[in-house]
């Protein structure tokens, strides 16, 4: 989509690398109609005439304040945009009760298509405000819902990977597939569904998304790995969640030799597949991951909210594993990425409490994890996740507070409150530690402003 030239002017800062974040104080990053990064200036002097970059005269700039900067968009690599209203309701519950008890009375009510228009419209707009320019969704089995929750997604221009939920056996009558045919069939339908409305995956994509091996038949799986090897289309599903879904995979799959290998079978263990959780996975199991270059997401707020567990993050990343982040609404209870990071540093602490210092993850790494490493998750490595010229501007401007001489602070920037001795890495592991939505004051999706704050003015 078309959007004006800019120039974005300020502090910008993205990941290099896992272990390095890189801030440029004085920055300006040129974008161009297509909402491609046509230049990044790392030391503007001088920034009041704008005749530093020649043909970039009439462009529109942005400039970012001096508590602000820009940051990318961040990457959702899963999220259950039917579960929004449940977001915070668990109890006490792990995965298989909660699953009967909260998860499938509403997805199995999204036979209602005005219901599914509130919800999806609340979440997409949820997560933009976050800062969340791409998610990849499971929606549930139905198409025509599925079918809305992408045009939703074009509309308000979120980048998205929307999946219909595949499940025929082991939940309730009302809410399963009939058989493996259909599964497969409603899933081609809703492939076809987003190639009509974007026929390049340029904004949406499809995913084929079967829930999890016990809800899958053996067959309904095998039919799901040829519509993969088909047409191309990515594949998300979960894995290794919860000691008792372990078991039970053991149980209903005897054959396999483990619960990786219930994927691989099946043909669905590639490189365009994302595993979320991954917490109980055996040595095998992670060398064959490696070996076929299936992607995991991180999701460590619904692995404490559901008791589920705590997933060994530098295990697999020392293993050249490609890992992101997901909030895994509802068994996570916000939508937020920012969070979400923090929550992989939180439970990576734990993790280090039991299996020593290097567990831990560092906020450089997180950040990493929450921006650049979904981007590898999803596929889109070259093209979001950093500022690098040729990528998208998918970006957030992150404005925090400051607390003047008369000890009072801002009060539209929450709990980021900048006393003026930090450091621009001090600030922005304020902002990570303890931010949230009243920061993210603009999001960017190729280059198309797609949420404000109220108070925002470019
Ligand atoms: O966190 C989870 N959320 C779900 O909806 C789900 N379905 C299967 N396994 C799951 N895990
Ligand atoms: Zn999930």
């Known amino acids: 989509m078309a959007a004006r030239k800019a120039i974005y002017l300020g502090t910008f800062a993205h990941c290099k690398t896992l272990q390095e974040?890189?801030?440029?104080?004085?920055?300006?990053?040129?974008?161009?109609?297509?909402?491609?990064?046509?230049?990044?200036?790392?030391h503007v002097k001088d920034t009041s005439g704008l005749e530093f970059?020649?043909?970039?005269e009439d462009a529109e700039i942005v400039a970012a304040s001096e508590s602000s900067f820009f940051?990318?968009?961040?990457?959702?690599?899963?999220?259950?945009?039917?579960?929004?209203?449940?977001?915070?309701?668990?109890?006490?519950?792990?995965?298989?009760?909660?699953?009967?008890?909260?998860?499938?009375?509403?997805e199995g009510s999204f036979t209602s298509l005005s219901k599914a228009s509130r919800i999806y419209n609340r979440v997409v707009s949820r997560t933009l405000s976050h800062g969340t320019t791409t998610a990849t969704y499971h929606a549930t089995i139905h198409v025509p819902a599925t079918n809305l929750?992408?045009?939703?997604?074009?509309?308000?221009?979120?980048?998205?990977?929307?999946?219909?939920?595949?499940?025929?056996?082991?939940?309730?009558?009302?809410?399963?597939?009939?058989?493996?045919?259909?599964?497969v069939r409603d899933s081609r339908a809703c492939i076809e569904h987003v190639r009509s409305i974007d026929p390049k995956f340029?904004?949406?994509?499809?995913?084929?998304?079967p829930r999890f091996a016990p809800s899958c038949s053996e067959a309904s799986l095998r039919g799901l790995g040829e519509l993969h090897e088909e047409t191309g289309v990515p594949c998300q599903t979960h894995i290794s969640e919860n000691k008792s879904e372990v078991a039970l995979v053991k149980e209903l799959f005897p054959k396999a030799k483990s619960y990786t290998h219930v994927y691989d079978d099946c043909g669905l263990l590639t490189s365009k597949m994302i595993l979320a959780h991954a917490v109980y996975l055996s040595e095998?199991?992670?060398?064959?991951?490696?070996?076929?270059?299936?992607?995991?997401?991180?999701?460590?707020?619904?692995?404490?909210?559901?008791?589920?567990?705590?997933?060994?993050?530098?295990?697999?990343?020392?293993?050249?594993i490609t890992v992101g982040l997901g909030t895994d609404v509802s068994g996570g209870y916000s939508p937020s990425i920012l969070e979400e990071a923090r929550q992989a540093m939180l439970v990576s602490r734990h993790v280090a409490m039991q299996d020593g210092d290097g567990a831990k993850l560092s906020t450089e790494?997180?950040?990493?994890?929450?921006?650049?490493?979904?981007?590898?998750?999803v596929g889109l490595e070259d093209k979001i996740g950093g500022f690098e010229v040729g990528m998208d501007w998918d970006a957030q401007m992150v404005r925090l507070g400051t607390v003047s001489g008369d000890g009072q602070g801002d009060l539209d920037t929450g709990l980021v409150e900048l006393f003026g001795g930090e450091d621009w890495s001090e600030c922005v592991a304020k902002w990570l530690y303890t931010g949230d939505d009243r920061n993210t004051v603009a999001v960017w999706v190729k280059g198309r402003l797609v949420h404000q704050v109220a108070t925002y003015r470019p």
């Open 21 to 42: 974040l890189e801030i440029c104080p004085n920055g300006a990053i040129g974008v161009d109609e297509m909402g491609v990064i046509a230049f990044v200036d790392r």
């Open 53 to 56: 970059r020649p043909g970039w």
């Open 71 to 106: 940051f990318p968009g961040f990457i959702d690599t899963h999220i259950h945009a039917s579960q929004y209203p449940n977001a915070g309701i668990f109890g006490n519950s792990t995965l298989l009760d909660w699953l009967n008890i909260y998860t499938f009375p509403l």
């Open 149 to 183: 929750l992408a045009d939703i997604c074009k509309q308000k221009g979120q980048r998205a990977f929307v999946g219909r939920v595949c499940m025929d056996r082991m939940s309730p009558d009302y809410y399963r597939d009939e058989n493996p045919e259909t599964a």
């Open 202 to 209: 340029e904004l949406i994509t499809p995913v084929i998304t």
């Open 284 to 320: 095998e199991e992670r060398a064959l991951i490696k070996t076929r270059d299936a992607k995991i997401s991180h999701c460590p707020a619904s692995n404490t909210a559901l008791t589920s567990g705590a997933a060994r993050i530098r295990d697999l990343l020392d293993r050249g």
């Open 365 to 377: 790494e997180v950040l990493y994890l929450a921006t650049r490493g979904g981007a590898r998750v």
